[in-house]
């Protein structure tokens, strides 16, 4: 079974000066950070970060903050044509990840080039 995200993250890339491959971040757990040298090896390093601080935090006795849910749902559904979803399918299955987790990191890579070049 696919273990899910509980919280909101960020990903972007690390330039060659900083180890290359890709940072993810957790903005609700503060200091929750891993990398990856691809989008899917950094949000599955996330997700053990994120495991980690949630438990530690337990271990301590600290306060553990809500996931971010106030104003989005964290629900996307879109209709797309049925070309670019046999790609998807496609490029998915060589990835060895779902379907979904394939679309996150693509809108979660090209969200942080964006946020780069701004």
């Known amino acids: 079974m696919e273990e899910q995200v509980k919280y909101p993250f960020e990903i972007r890339n690390l330039s060659d000066e900083e ?3 890709y940072l993810i971040s957790f903005p609700d757990l503060p200091g929750c950070i891993s990398d990856g040298e691809t989008i899917e090896e950094a949000i599955k390093n996330g997700i053990d970060a994120m495991n980690s601080w949630i438990k ?25 044509p049925k070309s670019l979803h046999v790609r998807l ?7 060895g990840v779902s379907m979904n987790a394939l679309v996150i990191s693509i809108i979660a890579e090209s969200l942080g080039r ?5």
Not at 114 to 118: G, L, S, V
């Open 19 to 21: 180890g290359g491959g």
């Open 89 to 95: 399918a496609e490029r998915a299955k060589q990835e």
């Open 114 to 118: 964006k946020d780069a070049h701004q």
């Open 56 to 80: 530690t935090a337990q271990e301590f006795n600290d306060s553990i903050p809500e996931p971010f849910s106030s104003q989005a749902s964290g629900r996307f559904v879109q209709r797309i």
